[in-house]
């Protein structure tokens, strides 16, 4: 329990490091980048006079050190701030002379929270479907190493591994969408909008996985415990499943930690071609509009995420093999 404990105050403090770091960067390159937020806000008719009233009225003049400081304290009190382009319907706001008071701006936190369910849901169902191609590949392949099965598995990686997710994605709504008209997959009006998305990131993902499970499952048979079990009359099924499974997954779960930022990599670009309204089309609208709240809101959000999976992931790898130590 203690050891459990140190743990936990462990990652959790490393986590507040990599999360001040992370908001902090981001912070600072976004109000470095050429363009003024207030004439963002306020419009090309504004005039200078009213541009630089405005910027110091909200502070934008100030050093970026007192700029962060005073965002990490409206954030830690659940402010992330709010859109410089969103109206709180969602909608773009018009440029017009004279700007849009704040108050009619969209909150970034509400925003986010309104993204997240569909992003929530485009993951999950990707997770699935990647389980579902690698874990019988990644075990065939494991358990007839250097036969035929590990071959399919290194060659379909190697394929899966080639094809690019944006010109998947974009085949995949022409053939599937457009021409056959089986699955819709432009937007989001149901589930069914998800699972071409869906798709095309468990095929990104699925590679990895597939070769790490087969890597892991063959190692595993080869160590002593296996034969030890099979000469104690252990079924092969028992084997399978409480020794060679079970310290084979102790590998792939930690390589899916690490492959988190290149999920929610993959979920920017699929979400943007498939106009799928999730946290990755809000993130790649707030670029190009230069809505700098928001982008620095889901900077914070998506390491958040990012610390908190790499726990959970250590926390289940402990006790599925309990001679890993905190």
């Given at each position: 329990?203690?050891?459990?404990?140190?743990?936990?105050?462990?990652?959790?403090?490393?986590?507040?490091?990599?999360?001040?770091?992370?908001?902090?960067?981001i912070?600072?390159?976004?109000?470095m980048?050429?363009?003024?937020?207030?004439?963002?806000?306020?419009?090309?008719?504004?005039?200078?006079?009213?541009?630089?009233?405005?910027?110091?009225?909200?502070?934008?003049?100030?050093?970026?050190?007192?700029?962060?400081?005073?965002?990490l304290?409206?954030?830690?009190?659940?402010?992330l701030?709010?859109?410089?382009?969103?109206a709180?319907?969602?909608?773009q706001?018009?440029?017009?002379?004279?700007?849009?008071?704040?108050?009619?701006?969209?909150h970034?936190?509400?925003l986010?929270?309104s993204?997240?369910?569909?992003?929530?849901q485009?993951?999950a169902?990707?997770?699935?479907?990647?389980?579902?191609?690698?874990?019988p590949?990644?075990?065939?392949?494991?358990?007839?190493?250097?036969?035929?099965?590990?071959?399919?598995?290194?060659?379909?990686?190697?394929?899966?591994?080639?094809?690019?997710?944006?010109?998947?994605?974009?085949?995949?709504?022409?053939?599937?969408?457009?021409?056959?008209h089986?699955?819709?997959?432009?937007?989001?009006?149901?589930?069914?909008?998800?699972?071409?998305?869906?798709?095309?990131?468990?095929?990104?993902?699925?590679p990895?996985?597939?070769?790490?499970?087969?890597?892991?499952?063959?190692?595993?048979?080869?160590?002593?415990?296996?034969?030890?079990?099979?000469?104690?009359?252990?079924?092969?099924r028992?084997?399978?499943?409480?020794?060679?499974?079970?310290?084979?997954?102790?590998?792939?779960?930690?390589?899916f930690g690490?492959?988190?930022?290149?999920?929610?990599?993959?979920?920017?670009?699929?979400?943007?071609?498939?106009?799928?309204?999730?946290?990755?089309?809000?993130?790649?609208?707030?670029?190009?509009?230069?809505?700098?709240p928001?982008?620095?809101?889901?900077?914070?959000?998506?390491?958040v995420?990012?610390?908190?999976?790499?726990?959970?992931?250590?926390?289940?790898?402990?006790w599925?093999?309990?001679?890993?130590?905190?």
């Open positions: 329990m203690v050891s459990l404990v140190s743990f936990l105050v462990r990652r959790i403090l490393q986590g507040v490091l990599i999360i001040l770091l992370v908001s902090f960067g912070f600072a390159v976004l109000r980048v050429p363009g003024d937020p207030a004439r963002l806000i306020l419009g090309p008719m504004a005039t200078d006079k009213v541009v630089e009233a405005t910027a110091r009225e909200m502070g934008l003049r100030d050093p970026i050190p007192i700029q962060y400081v005073r965002w304290g409206a954030a830690l009190q659940g402010n701030g709010q859109s410089y382009i969103r709180l319907n969602g909608s706001i018009a440029e017009s002379q004279g700007g849009v008071a704040q108050a009619e701006k969209a970034v936190l509400n986010i929270g993204a997240l369910p569909y992003t929530l485009l993951a169902l990707a997770l699935l479907f990647a389980v579902i191609i690698a874990v590949l990644g075990i065939a392949g494991g358990m007839r190493s250097g036969k035929w099965p590990d071959k399919v598995v290194l060659y379909l990686g190697s394929a899966f591994v080639s094809i690019p997710n944006f010109w998947l994605a974009i085949v995949l709504a022409l053939v599937v969408t457009a021409q056959l089986l699955i819709p997959s432009i937007g989001y009006q149901g589930f069914s909008y998800t699972i071409l998305p869906a798709f095309v990131i468990a095929i990104e993902m699925s990895i996985f597939m070769r790490s499970l087969s890597t892991s499952v063959a190692g595993a048979r080869r160590q002593s415990f296996v034969s030890l079990a099979e000469i104690r009359g252990l079924s092969r028992r084997i399978f499943f409480g020794h060679v499974l079970r310290n084979a997954a102790v590998p792939v779960l930690n390589l690490v492959q988190i930022g290149a999920l929610l990599g993959g979920i920017l670009v699929v979400e943007f071609i498939f106009n799928y309204p999730g946290i990755g089309l809000l993130t790649v609208q707030a670029v190009l509009q230069r809505d700098f928001v982008i620095q809101g889901i900077a914070v959000f998506s390491a995420l990012f610390v908190l999976i790499n726990i959970l992931v250590d926390l289940a790898s402990t599925i093999d309990p001679r890993l130590d905190f």
